[in-house]
């Protein structure tokens, strides 16, 4: 490769070729014997100029061709700086979805969803004290199957996390055998706002025996467990 230019020569302006600084080279042209057709100044003139604008078109030649390479140059770098951008952003958003597949993969799903379909049946709140006697296989009362029930049930729930201590209850699960015991609070017991089922209204019958159909299936799921 030549050696670049450090200028640009479309920007250098022709020589007088008319001043005293070239008298002597017009001169010895008009002299010249092999110099044909050089016979007065101005042809002497006219042959510098037509030089200097060969040469300075060779150097214009030349410059373009430089800047040319030089362009190139600066496309190739931005190409391999976006290509290896690319790459970087690749291999990034790679690591990003193998690392939301292991976490998806550790997340366990609270319930499988299928768009479209509509649910079946959403498992009914048993009340505590109901439970307990299901899996005793006692007889509960209606009341425990009615809305009033589950409300308490919930709020038993929420209080649950409160600190626990301990009293003394009557145990009143085995009415053949009652006794006094010492129970923690959260312990399941009784509801005091428990209705005896000759005190219920037909309508809370009805509403009664319905969720208590709906939750026998529970007490067959404790009995089964427990068979097991």
Avoid: C
């Avoid at 969803?113 to 009362?141: C, D, E, N």
């Avoid at 129970?183 to 017991?189: E, F, K, L, Q």
């Amino acid at each position: 490769m030549a050696d670049r230019l450090n200028f640009d020569p479309r920007n250098i302006p022709p020589p007088d070729f008319s001043s005293n600084t070239y008298a002597t080279i017009r001169r010895a042209l008009i002299a010249d014997a092999d110099s044909k057709g050089i016979t007065s100044e101005a042809e002497a003139q006219l042959l510098l100029r037509d030089q200097w604008e060969e040469e300075n078109g060779i150097l214009r030649a030349r410059y373009e061709t430089q800047l040319e390479e030089d362009q190139a140059l600066v496309d190739a770098r931005i190409e391999e700086a976006a290509e290896e951008q690319w790459i970087r952003d690749a291999e990034r958003k790679a690591k990003e979805d193998e690392l939301a597949k292991k976490a998806e993969e550790k997340r366990t799903p609270l319930y499988s969803f299928k768009q479209g379909v509509g649910v079946g049946y959403i498992w009914q709140q048993i009340h505590p004290y109901a439970k307990k006697l299901m899996a005793s296989r006692k007889y509960v009362p209606l009341w425990y199957f009615l809305p009033e029930a589950t409300a308490e049930a919930k709020e038993r729930n929420k209080e649950a996390i409160d600190s626990n201590h301990f009293q003394i209850a009557m145990d009143e699960t085995d009415s053949s055998n009652s006794s006094l015991t010492l129970v923690g609070s959260h312990t399941v017991r009784a509801s005091p706002n428990a209705v005896p089922d000759s005190r219920l209204s037909w309508d809370q019958v009805m509403r009664a025996k319905s969720s208590f159909l709906n939750a026998l299936s529970y007490g067959v799921m404790i009995m089964h467990g427990r068979r097991q």
